[in-house]
């Protein structure tokens, strides 16, 4: 069986992630895969977990919008938020929508920011950047990002973002259960 999906952003980690979680939730099933510039319809660098779930609604809906032949549609927005303390800490949230319009939500773990990246961020630098100056990378946001940096690479960007999507598509993947 083929099925088409439609991921929300041309950035080969997003693709790659989105791919490999779908091939193990659903690995009876050929997977097309579609990267679209959509836009998020938020901030550049989300700052509370309600925006950056908005960012990853809105992102798969866009997609729906450019893609109109896919089975699934995938939004993945990462955003930073403050415990009670005032430490930042990262995370993001995966989106899946399919054909029927139902909703998936997964939401990878968080972590803590080191105090020289919140403080670029305060200053309103995107984490990404941030990420590259402190660690002295170069387009991080595309490679590991800053929780490969933090994890001295046994943890990148990908594989990060590959379980979240696993957990957004429990509910589509067992319908009968949730709708």
Request: proline share 3%; charged share 20%; glycine share 12%.
């Amino acid at each position: 069986m083929n099925k088409k999906i439609a991921i929300a952003s041309k950035n080969t980690v997003k693709i790659n992630a989105s791919l490999e979680g779908m091939k193990k939730i659903l690995p009876k099933i050929n997977f097309e895969v579609i990267g679209v510039d959509v836009s998020s319809g938020v901030s550049d660098q989300p700052m509370s977990n309600n925006e950056t779930w908005q960012g990853a609604l809105n992102r798969a809906m866009n997609a729906k919008a450019e893609v109109v032949d896919a089975d699934y549609w995938i939004g993945m927005e990462g955003g930073i938020d403050k415990d009670d303390d005032g430490k930042m800490y990262a995370f993001a949230w995966m989106c899946v929508i399919d054909q029927d319009g139902d909703i998936g939500k997964g939401m990878t773990g968080l972590f803590y920011l080191p105090p020289k990246v919140q403080q670029l961020v305060e200053e309103g630098i995107e984490l990404g950047h941030a990420n590259d100056q402190v660690f002295n990378e170069h387009g991080s946001k595309q490679k590991g990002g800053a929780v490969g940096s933090l994890t001295f690479g046994a943890l990148g960007r990908t594989e990060y973002y590959v379980q979240a999507l696993i957990l957004a598509m429990i509910p589509l993947a067992n319908k009968e259960m949730y709708f």
